[in-house]
């Protein structure tokens, strides 16, 4: 949902002309990287000739998108409360918001720590009343919040963006300190409080906001400003050519401009990025970034024609750098590629992924890559073959047209197959310093198990595994690892066993037996030879 306000009501704010380019930048980015139109609303106008000409003509992003309406705040606050009902769990909803802010007497009494409200100023801003108290048709934070909270109790994850001014404790940020004294339009009496007339908004969302449910989605906010202080334009970016340059609010410009760089996996590292661009505006205020920072960007995910429902990535090639010798037509040469995602979201070593281009027809499969080194947030892909695409592809990259792929392009990378290890890694039970008989008994008749026979290998105490045995006594457990605990593998009764015939069993196959008879609820460990996946996902 992308909202974005140019021309204001005379005498009740300044134009603005960067706001349309914001709205332009994000809705492309977004979808360049694999939204759909369908999936964006765009709440905007575009600035007048005549506001242009008085402003010297500067750039306006040309762009095919049609705006679906004004950003009013009827619309706004439909769009907020349709994207609450609409959203299902593991949804990323990008909410951003360009146009002026300020900041009014808090509608709520002792819902702010400094006793205001902050505000978004839609396009059908309204004076203030006649206290100097409330702006007309003003979206106050708490509405803002609300819409937020209720998508999120889906399981909807929220990126927020306000490029606004005062925009600072837009989502109701009660730990922000009280602001310093600015100047604003509005005359805000101290402790002066007013009445909620307009709060049918929040009253609607209530029943979806309690906050501590389980499930609650992810949210990231990125605010322009401080509370306290007014965000900036300017012609940006600074490092582009000055013909290349748009009036643009920084937060949106250099965020957008480090969306689909390679090198950014997670919101802190796009808030470095975007602290870098704005530091070079001497009077811009640097924008704060809250919440799960440390979360992939996005969630790393990619929604495209082909994948529509399942899980796909960003891999960027890079663009070939050409010398005196090399020719258009030389083969596009690569050796491994790094991909956006990595064991948090799934991806391990081993894993088949296919590479595609996004086309008007549907994604094609250029290449396929196995990954070979996988951290938290990314992943190396080096050349395989997989399906009928040889590995020796890698050594003549070429497009859909089947030209060599020479320039950057973004590929949509997809898991093909996750790898199979028919082997479990079970870890021995620590010796007790004193152990009983039962358990000598165990401990040695283990040493005599042949695990491959069980599809398994045993590993020391403490060491990476996917199922451990301990010791309760003379009780011997089968559990899964501390952290990873979601069955009941059932326990032998080790003394039991040696009253009714002296020793543990010594037999493999007897030993997976008694865990398959276990209790009553046992859930079995998977027989030998079965091949099932000990692939864990993110």
């Given at each position: 949902?992308i909202v974005a306000v140019?021309?204001y009501?005379?005498?009740i704010?300044?134009?603005?002309?960067?706001?349309?380019n914001?709205?332009?930048?994000?809705?492309e980015?977004?979808m360049?990287?694999?939204?759909?139109?369908d999936d964006?609303i765009?709440?905007?106008?575009?600035p007048?000739p005549e506001l242009?000409?008085?402003?010297?003509?500067?750039?306006?992003r040309?762009?095919?998108l049609?705006?679906d309406a004004?950003?009013?705040?009827e619309?706004i606050?439909?769009?907020?409360?349709?994207?609450a009902i609409d959203?299902q769990?593991g949804d990323e909803?990008l909410?951003?918001f360009s146009?002026?802010g300020v900041?009014?007497v808090?509608?709520?009494?002792?819902s702010e720590?400094d006793g205001r409200?902050?505000?978004f100023?839609?396009?059908d801003?309204?004076?203030p009343?006649?206290?100097?108290t409330k702006v007309e048709n003003?979206?106050?934070?708490?509405?803002i919040?609300a819409a937020?909270?209720?998508?999120?109790?889906k399981?909807g994850?929220?990126t927020?963006?306000?490029?606004?001014?005062?925009?600072?404790d837009?989502?109701?940020?009660a730990?922000?300190?009280?602001?310093?004294?600015i100047?604003?339009k509005l005359k805000?009496p101290p402790?002066?409080?007013?009445?909620?007339?307009?709060?049918?908004?929040?009253?609607?969302?209530?029943?979806?906001t309690?906050?501590g449910g389980?499930?609650?989605?992810?949210y990231?906010?990125m605010?322009a400003?401080?509370?306290?202080?007014q965000?900036r334009?300017a012609?940006?970016?600074a490092f582009?050519?000055?013909?290349?340059?748009?009036p643009?609010g920084?937060?949106?410009?250099?965020?957008?401009?480090?969306?689909n760089?390679?090198r950014?996996?997670?919101?802190?590292d796009l808030?470095?990025r975007v602290t870098?661009?704005?530091?070079k505006?001497?009077k811009?205020?640097r924008?704060?970034?809250?919440?799960?920072?440390?979360?992939?960007?996005?969630?790393g995910?990619?929604?495209?024609?082909a994948t529509a429902?399942?899980?796909?990535w960003?891999?960027?090639?890079p663009a070939?750098?050409?010398t005196a010798?090399?020719?258009?037509t030389?083969?596009?040469?690569l050796?491994?590629?790094?991909m956006s995602?990595g064991?948090?979201?799934?991806?391990?070593e081993?894993?088949?992924v296919g590479?595609?281009?996004?086309?008007?027809t549907?994604?094609?499969?250029?290449?396929?890559?196995?990954?070979?080194?996988?951290?938290?947030y990314?992943?190396?892909l080096?050349?395989?073959?997989?399906g009928?695409i040889p590995?020796?592809?890698?050594n003549?990259?070429?497009?859909i047209?089947?030209k060599?792929?020479?320039?950057?392009?973004?590929?949509?990378?997809?898991?093909e197959?996750?790898p199979v290890?028919?082997?479990y890694?079970i870890?021995?039970p620590?010796?007790?310093?004193?152990?009983?008989?039962?358990?000598a008994?165990?401990?040695?008749a283990?040493?005599e198990?042949?695990?491959a026979?069980?599809?398994?290998?045993?590993?020391?105490?403490?060491?990476?595994?996917d199922l451990?045995?301990?010791?309760?006594g003379d009780?011997l457990?089968?559990?899964?690892p501390?952290?990873q605990?979601?069955?009941d593998f059932?326990?032998?009764d080790?003394?039991a066993?040696l009253?009714?015939g002296?020793?543990?069993?010594?037999?493999p196959?007897?030993?997976?037996?008694?865990?398959?008879?276990?209790?009553?609820?046992?859930?079995?460990?998977?027989?030998?030879g079965t091949?099932?996946?000990?692939?864990?996902d993110g």
């Amino acid at each position: 949902m992308i909202v974005a306000v140019a021309g204001y009501r005379e005498g009740i704010a300044s134009p603005l002309l960067g706001t349309y380019n914001d709205a332009v930048l994000i809705a492309e980015t977004l979808m360049r990287s694999g939204a759909k139109r369908d999936d964006i609303i765009l709440l905007a106008d575009k600035p007048s000739p005549e506001l242009l000409a008085s402003k010297g003509n500067p750039r306006l992003r040309a762009t095919s998108l049609k705006i679906d309406a004004l950003a009013t705040r009827e619309n706004i606050l439909g769009a907020l409360k349709r994207a609450a009902i609409d959203t299902q769990a593991g949804d990323e909803v990008l909410l951003s918001f360009s146009g002026h802010g300020v900041q009014q007497v808090e509608a709520v009494a002792g819902s702010e720590p400094d006793g205001r409200d902050e505000v978004f100023l839609p396009y059908d801003t309204g004076a203030p009343d006649a206290n100097y108290t409330k702006v007309e048709n003003a979206i106050l934070d708490d509405e803002i919040g609300a819409a937020i909270d209720a998508i999120r109790s889906k399981g909807g994850n929220v990126t927020f963006i306000a490029d606004f001014c005062h925009s600072g404790d837009s989502q109701r940020d009660a730990n922000a300190p009280p602001p310093e004294p600015i100047e604003a339009k509005l005359k805000l009496p101290p402790r002066k409080f007013v009445a909620v007339s307009d709060a049918g908004f929040v009253r609607d969302l209530a029943g979806e906001t309690k906050k501590g449910g389980a499930g609650w989605g992810a949210y990231v906010g990125m605010m322009a400003a401080p509370s306290a202080v007014q965000a900036r334009q300017a012609m940006a970016p600074a490092f582009a050519d000055p013909a290349e340059q748009a009036p643009h609010g920084l937060l949106t410009v250099y965020a957008m401009a480090n969306w689909n760089n390679p090198r950014v996996y997670s919101y802190r590292d796009l808030a470095n990025r975007v602290t870098a661009g704005t530091d070079k505006h001497p009077k811009a205020p640097r924008p704060e970034f809250d919440g799960d920072i440390d979360r992939p960007l996005m969630g790393g995910l990619v929604k495209s024609g082909a994948t529509a429902g399942a899980g796909s990535w960003a891999v960027y090639k890079p663009a070939r750098v050409f010398t005196a010798d090399t020719k258009s037509t030389d083969p596009v040469k690569l050796e491994r590629l790094e991909m956006s995602a990595g064991q948090l979201q799934g991806v391990i070593e081993g894993a088949i992924v296919g590479l595609a281009l996004a086309a008007p027809t549907g994604d094609k499969v250029i290449l396929y890559g196995r990954v070979e080194r996988a951290d938290a947030y990314k992943a190396i892909l080096v050349p395989t073959a997989f399906g009928d695409i040889p590995a020796e592809a890698w050594n003549d990259v070429r497009d859909i047209d089947g030209k060599p792929l020479s320039r950057e392009v973004r590929l949509i990378a997809t898991i093909e197959q996750q790898p199979v290890q028919l082997d479990y890694r079970i870890a021995l039970p620590a010796a007790p310093a004193s152990p009983s008989a039962a358990q000598a008994a165990a401990l040695a008749a283990l040493k005599e198990i042949k695990p491959a026979d069980v599809g398994a290998t045993f590993v020391q105490p403490g060491e990476a595994a996917d199922l451990v045995l301990t010791f309760n006594g003379d009780r011997l457990a089968l559990t899964q690892p501390p952290g990873q605990v979601t069955a009941d593998f059932g326990a032998i009764d080790l003394a039991a066993e040696l009253a009714k015939g002296g020793s543990t069993p010594d037999d493999p196959r007897a030993l997976r037996d008694r865990w398959r008879a276990g209790q009553g609820n046992a859930v079995q460990p998977p027989a030998a030879g079965t091949g099932e996946s000990r692939a864990r996902d993110g």
